[in-house]
């Protein structure tokens, strides 16, 4: 465990962290506006300091302007208009309320779908109200602790293992970094199981034969994710499509509960008690802990901070407790009302519960497919980047055959391994539970009590370290407990339907 460290000592380890903020692999030979490695490189080489946020940062930051806050967030990862690690407050254009969006439309994406049969199924009414409602708190604290430290040494710190490299030197920066690229690769792979799922119940309306089975349509969705991949060549390119997936987004949203409704009105008496033997309950229980943290939590904190205007937290503080309170009320709405009208029978992917007009249910399927197509790239764009640094792009238009080759196949790469996993392991909960485990757990709660224990060490109370302390050793212990109990829900799981399950 990491030990707690005094302020100055923690400067004299900035010179490490600083010159990996530097050397960053991901913070040149890319740029999302066109610029090759090659000039990207020469152009970093000679703008420093007050040069690179006034010259280059400023040309780049005019050119996406246009483009939505979350496009910013991501490119936080490997811009190189954040190659020094900070911004200035000229470059920083996002009002609260719009940060407060992005966080909100984080939380209610397709992954809403899944909750009433994941978590709901396996608590039951109290513990699923209580832990949504608890957990929630805890999210909004952990969050509110690491927006508090969002400036540090003099500097903003817009990515969280810039903020790691700080205050502990390299090995938690690289740790950070691995932490964030697992949590979103178990995102993404969330993401392929929902669209998979999506394709299937689209066919299962218009045919009965049960012909194109799961891993099938998995296969499918990942194919048409890397088709989308290949056709955007940087976050910038998205613009209208992150309209478009909000608009989407209300749909399957809107549809999942009012026929959610609708069936709840009109089926008798439910069943909701727990299934499962003692022990399985226990261990259900266990996992469903995990995915209630991942239901609110990307990781990203840092680099959704890093848009938003002076005052940095303040601001922040005001994005968070939206998000927290009318933010995640239609997770709720989507989350009780499916459980409320199905009860213990409620499938992992709600829609698949609903009885309605075919068109209906076909269009909320479809915005359902769309809507993952659009937000896995949005999520996957981290690891794009850092591919694309690590095996360098070609001179020219990003449509050139050379560029469009390279996507092609690192790229395509990538989602095939992505997509492997979804369809051999198709048990979405599941992978909620391992992800909230491995990553949330570590990221928002272990790793942001410590850092606010370290940066605010001088100024806090003996209770509070004690509390702060507490935090870290629970969360630490619940985080381990957790990752068993998913491992062994995946493991039974893969028993009891088989590899490449067609659920």
Request: aromatic share 12%.
């Amino acid at each position: 465990m990491m030990a707690a460290i005094d302020v100055p000592e923690v400067n004299g380890r900035y010179q490490e962290g600083a010159a990996i903020e530097a050397s960053d692999d991901t913070a040149h030979k890319i740029s999302h506006e066109g610029l090759n490695p090659e000039q990207d490189n020469h152009q970093s080489m000679q703008l420093t300091g007050e040069n690179v946020s006034n010259g280059f940062s400023s040309q780049i930051f005019s050119n996406t302007k246009q483009t939505m806050c979350f496009v910013r967030v991501l490119k936080s990862w490997s811009s190189t208009w954040y190659r020094s690690g900070s911004r200035s407050d000229e470059e920083i254009s996002d009002p609260w309320y719009q940060v407060a969006f992005v966080l909100t439309t984080g939380v209610n994406s397709a992954y809403v779908l899944g909750y009433s049969g994941s978590i709901m199924v396996s608590l039951g009414w109290l513990g699923g109200i209580l832990g949504l409602v608890l957990a929630a708190a805890v999210s909004l604290h952990a969050n509110t602790l690491l927006a508090h430290i969002h400036e540090v040494g003099g500097k903003r710190r817009i990515r969280y293992r810039d903020l790691a490299g700080y205050l502990y030197g390299r090995k938690m920066y690289r740790l950070t970094w691995a932490l964030q690229y697992v949590n979103l690769f178990m995102i993404n792979t969330g993401y392929i199981i929902l669209a998979g799922q999506a394709l299937k119940a689209i066919c299962v309306l218009y045919r009965d034969d049960n012909a194109l089975k799961l891993p099938y349509c998995i296969a499918i969705a990942g194919f048409v994710c890397a088709l989308f991949a290949f056709g955007i060549p940087h976050l910038s390119a998205l613009r209208i499509w992150l309209g478009v997936s909000t608009f989407l987004c209300l749909i399957f949203i809107i549809v999942a509960f009012v026929l959610s409704l609708k069936d709840g009105l009109s089926t008798p008496a439910r069943d909701y008690s727990i299934p499962g033997s003692h022990v399985s309950k226990i261990f259900t229980t266990i996992g469903s802990v995990a995915s209630l943290v991942f239901a609110y939590n990307t990781g990203m904190l840092p680099e959704i901070q890093a848009t938003i205007k002076p005052p940095v937290i303040k601001n922040m503080d005001k994005a968070l407790w939206f998000q927290f309170t009318v933010g995640v009320l239609p997770l709720y709405a989507v989350t009780f009302m499916g459980y409320w009208a199905y009860g213990s029978s409620t499938s992992a992917y709600l829609l698949n519960s609903v009885n309605g007009p075919t068109w209906v249910k076909a269009m909320a399927n479809i915005a359902a497919f769309l809507h993952t197509v659009i937000a896995l790239h949005i999520f996957a764009s981290p690891m794009y980047e850092y591919l694309d640094t690590e095996y360098g792009r070609g001179k020219g238009s990003a449509f050139s055959f050379h560029n469009v080759s390279f996507r092609v196949l690192v790229r395509g790469g990538y989602l095939t391994v992505n997509t492997f996993v979804a369809a051999l392991l198709p048990f979405l909960g599941d992978f909620m539970s391992l992800t909230g485990a491995l990553s949330v757990f570590p990221l928002t709660f272990v790793l942001a009590n410590h850092m606010f224990l370290t940066v605010k060490k001088k100024q806090l109370s003996a209770f509070r370290k004690v509390c702060h302390w507490l935090n870290i050793v629970g969360f630490s212990c619940l985080a381990v407990v957790a990752a068993v109990a998913a491992l062994r829900l995946i493991v039974v799981d893969s028993k009891t339907y088989h590899l490449f399950a067609d659920l």
